[in-house]
């Protein structure tokens, strides 16, 4: 019989059976700990990084007050330079980031003051987007109803260091697109107050053509170019010519005292080149004369000259004065009414409109009592 629970005999192998367990490997405990390492060194760089980027964004210590200019132009990588530079920011390739980061800008040109050396880039942030100073400049009022050798006067005299015959070329070379081959620029300067910035290269060139330009803008507003269309109704300016009524703006602008007697008087000057009557505008005279005054002489009156409109029926040959924007309205858009006289009736300037000669004489003397005329 076979005994079952009998040992194996000794030295017998059973590889099959059995696994060896090597100890554990130093390699691995080698890569553990480089891989430990690089994780820390990686937290520390960012941990470095972190605050050497917040002292960029947020310097300590913010120092003495800065005005700095931003050229036009500029971009917000320009910008950053100029802000490192002057020392406002320490980093200009983190403000750019800072900038981008924010959604901020573009910024305006112009002057910033309020600002820091060493400031937090959240502050110059706020600082350029509220704008730069107001633009320092100097005025040059053009009244209405200037005559064009005024007109230069008042560009000199305000601008003294400009040349007088640099600004004669630019008023004999800048042309209007209303204005005829033979004529001047008169009645074509548009009335307004126009400024030089403080730091603009003064040009004599530049100024009259802003001046030009303007008038053309507004009058092309106004339906100039379409003249002839808006007055073909009103008998006395059919077919005159955008320039021609510029002309009749001109004479406008010199007679009406207030507004409300703009219309009326354009009527009165179509009314009576309808009827053939000469216009019999001093204010036409005078600029004959080439000088203002407060009473016209007899002798004044009788001036050979295709100005004086007391003389010469029609148009005459330019305009007489730089219409503003009313006058150019009334000229274009004339009331409704019969007149052929009008009379000053009141120190305002108001005046009274009428059709018979009888009553405009009347109404003359009535003026002469009160010491109007």
Not at 98 to 124: E, H, I, N, Q, T
Not at 198 to 205: A, I, N, R, S, V
Not at 276 to 286: F, Q, R
Not at 349 to 357: Q, S
């Amino acid at each position: 019989m076979t005994d079952l629970t009998t040992d194996p005999p000794s030295g017998a192998e059973h590889d099959d059976e059995y696994v060896v367990i090597p100890p554990e490997s130093s390699r691995a405990r080698k890569v553990a700990w480089v891989l430990g390492g690089i994780g820390a060194f990686a937290v520390l760089v960012l941990l470095v990084g972190g605050i050497w980027l917040m002292r960029q964004i947020d310097p300590a210590g913010a120092g003495e007050e800065v005005t700095i200019s931003i050229p036009k132009g500029s971009t917000t990588s320009q910008i950053a330079s100029l802000l490192e530079r002057e020392g406002v920011v320490t980093n200009a390739t983190v403000f750019r980031y800072y900038v981008r980061w924010k959604d901020a800008g573009p910024f305006r040109a112009g002057l910033y003051d309020g600002l820091r050396k060493r400031s937090a880039m959240g502050d110059v942030v706020s600082r350029l987007e509220a704008g730069p100073l107001p633009p320092k400049y100097t005025e040059l009022p053009i009244p209405e109803g200037f005559w064009l050798q005024e007109i230069r006067a008042r560009i000199l005299e305000t601008f003294p260091q400009m040349s007088a015959a640099e600004l004669d070329v630019a008023l004999a070379d800048i042309r209007s697109r209303y204005q005829p081959p033979s004529a001047s620029l008169e009645g074509l300067l548009f009335p307004a107050t126009y400024r030089v910035e403080e730091g603009d290269e003064l040009d004599e060139q530049k100024l009259v053509r802003q001046m030009v330009s303007t008038f053309e803008e507004v009058a092309s507003e106004l339906g100039l170019d379409q003249a002839t269309q808006k007055l073909e109704g009103v008998a006395g300016a059919r077919q005159l010519t955008p320039y021609e009524v510029v002309i009749v703006a001109s004479m406008v602008e010199e007679e009406a005292k207030v507004p409300e007697d703009k219309p009326k008087i354009a009527r009165v000057i179509y009314n009576r080149l309808a009827a053939g009557m000469p216009l019999g505008i001093d204010a036409t005279v005078l600029y004959a004369l080439g000088e203002h005054k407060e009473q016209l002489t007899r002798s004044d009156l009788q001036i050979d000259s295709p100005y004086n409109t007391r003389r010469f029926p029609g148009l005459p040959p330019t305009p007489i004065a730089s219409p503003g924007r009313e006058s150019l309205e009334a000229a274009l858009n004339p009331a409704e009414g019969p007149w052929l006289y009008y009379v000053l009736t009141d120190e305002e300037g108001h005046h009274y409109f009428t059709d018979d000669y009888d009553d405009f004489l009347r109404a003359q003397r009535d003026a002469r009592a009160r010491g109007l005329l």
